[in-house]
């Protein structure tokens, strides 16, 4: 979408299958409000991306519907500028927010100001 930005900043979203091998496919279907960005099949690690300019005024949301097997889930994905999600934890320091989907949920990378590390934080179940 997005390319360049002329008032704002960049950001991307990753959506990443780290289901078990073997496993049902993952399928999803991810847009906001003047975006569809259309339904797709992820083999394990593929990873399902897309960039855009966060609106002038930090209003941007963009969400994804998961189907894995007989479970499924929606919930945004991006609705925060500083922290991809609201009351997701720490801040979102390079404009990425990245997403995997494992067996026992969904997963925000999260940046540790303490050690200066980035780790999977373990942000919704699929229930």
């Known amino acids: 979408m997005a390319k360049h930005c002329a008032f704002s900043s960049r950001y991307t979203v990753h959506i990443i299958n780290k289901l078990r091998s073997h496993s049902p496919n993952l399928k999803i279907h991810c847009a906001s409000k003047d975006d569809d960005l259309g339904y797709h099949t992820l083999s394990i690690n593929q990873d399902f991306n897309w960039s855009f300019c966060e609106s002038i005024f ?30 997701s934890g720490n ?5 990425v927010c990245k997403w995997e989907v494992r067996s026992d949920g969904f997963y925000l990378e999260e940046y540790s100001s303490k050690n200066n590390t980035y780790y999977m934080y373990h942000y919704l179940e699929w229930s």
């Open 58 to 87: 930090s209003r941007t949301l963009f969400f994804c519907h998961f189907w894995w097997g007989s479970k499924e889930k929606a919930f945004d994905v991006f609705n925060d500028a500083h922290t991809c999600v609201k009351g």
């Open 91 to 95: 801040i979102n320091i390079l404009t």
